[in-house]
């Protein structure tokens, strides 16, 4: 089993930059890789940004430019940078682990909310 500890997100300003984090625990040797989901309101969740095991590094289209994934390996946490804020970015963001023997087993984070207003 595998605990995935989030932090970060909150209120920002459009244009404003905020970073998550998110800390994984427990039996890592089942994680393929890591990264972010999002869900806005009334929509599904989506993909922001995922690292496999191998570094290589996928981005939603809404975010390439402007938000950053980055890995930490001693301390098994993976960081989203988030730069140039949108109001259409304001969704819960979910950490997400790929389970190594099937991505229906996937863990999931508790999720951090992230608003962007004026």
């Known amino acids: 089993q595998v605990r995935l500890l989030e932090s970060g997100g909150g209120f920002a300003h459009p244009g404003e930059s905020l970073t998550l984090s998110c800390k994984a625990s427990?039996?890592?040797?089942?994680?393929?890789?890591m990264g972010w989901y999002r869900q806005g309101p009334g929509k599904e969740r989506e993909l922001v940004a995922e690292m496999t095991d191998d570094g290589s590094t996928n981005y939603a289209d809404a975010v390439k430019g402007r938000f950053i994934l980055s890995k930490d390996d001693p301390m098994n946490t993976v960081y989203l940078q988030m730069n140039g804020l949108k109001p259409e970015d304001t969704a819960v963001y979910y950490c997400?682990?790929?389970?190594?023997?099937?991505?229906?087993?996937?863990?999931w984070g508790q999720g951090t909310p992230v608003t962007v207003s004026e």
């Open positions: 427990g039996s890592l040797f089942s994680i393929a890789g």
């Open positions: 997400n682990a790929a389970y190594r023997w099937g991505r229906e087993n996937d863990y």
